[in-house]
């Protein structure tokens, strides 16, 4: 549900009617949803779906916990509701100029994979979605595509920069969910253990990625910051984050209200980004 703030930023940019002028859209979990709808041009359609209370019921329902449905269906929402919100949705992200790189997690490696390559019609498509979106544990089995399984791009690459610039990347628009400051940690606690253990049953390489998520954001967040403040570096990175006093939600938030500020604040973000710039 923090995806909501960076949705709000890809809103922002289709209102300044940028929406179409990136090569390509890299994007991981929620992050990849969000660039569907903005690269499609259908941002207006899909990110007020972040704030529907009965869309929202579909998404996640912690009572699912007993059941065969997971907490978090990802499945049911791309393959069902998508093109209901948006018809024609697939097919425009396909026709569109900007190429899709919705990343996902090798759950035989732990090794963040850029999908790109095997997203040929609709079907592949989807299941590109649902490989970046598929929450561990809660999100149901990882999803299999092209005769891997992957699950959310979260534990393996949550700021997808690194594969864009791998793909050639000069200049990087970064779009954070996260205020500045709060950074992803190492598990710790009951509760960190208990996780751990449930993700070595989906494969070592699983649980070894969300036992270095801290550390290895960290030297994300490093590798950013450089780029905050010295000038002259390739490639040129701009970051776009939420205001430092605004809400943000969090991954499984069921307030409405914190979920509707929290995209609210990624739109003002972007606009307050570009008119900096004077655009």
């Not at 699912?64 to 209901?84: F, L």
């Not at 024609?88 to 999908?115: K, M, R, S």
């Not at 990625?209 to 967040?221: A, F, I």
């Not at 205001?243 to 973000?269: F, I, Q, Y």
Request: net charge negative.
């Amino acid at each position: 549900m923090r995806g909501a703030v960076s949705g709000g930023m890809g809103l922002g940019l289709h209102e300044l009617g940028l929406g179409d002028s990136f090569d390509a859209v890299y994007g991981s979990s929620a992050g990849a949803l969000n660039g569907l709808w903005l690269l499609s041009g259908r941002a207006e359609d899909g990110v007020p779906t972040w704030t529907d209370a009965e869309l929202g019921k579909i998404v996640m329902d912690k009572k699912r916990i007993v059941g065969p449905r997971p907490i978090v269906d990802m499945k049911t929402v791309i393959e069902e509701h998508y093109e209901r919100i948006s018809p024609g949705l697939f097919q425009a992200a396909l026709d569109a100029e900007t190429e899709f790189h919705p990343i996902a997690t090798d759950i035989e490696t732990g090794q963040a994979v850029d999908l790109h390559p095997g997203i040929r019609d609709r079907d592949s498509l989807v299941l590109a979605l649902r490989s970046t979106s598929t929450l561990p544990l809660i999100g149901g089995p990882p999803v299999e595509m092209d005769g891997r399984h992957y699950l959310d791009a979260g534990l393996s690459a949550a700021i997808p920069f690194r594969a864009a610039i791998e793909g050639g990347a000069t200049h990087l628009l970064v779009l954070r969910s996260r205020k500045a400051g709060d950074v992803a940690t190492d598990p710790s606690g009951l509760g960190g253990r208990l996780t751990t253990r449930m993700l070595g049953r989906i494969s070592p390489a699983v649980r070894e990625g969300y036992l270095t998520r801290g550390r290895r954001e960290g030297e994300d967040e490093a590798f950013l910051a450089r780029h905050d403040v010295e000038n002259g570096l390739s490639p040129s990175i701009l970051q776009v984050r939420p205001d430092p006093d605004s809400p943000v939600p969090s991954r499984l938030e069921s307030n409405l209200d914190v979920v509707r500020a929290g995209l609210e604040s990624g739109r003002v973000a972007v606009h307050r980004c570009f008119d900096a710039f004077g655009a």
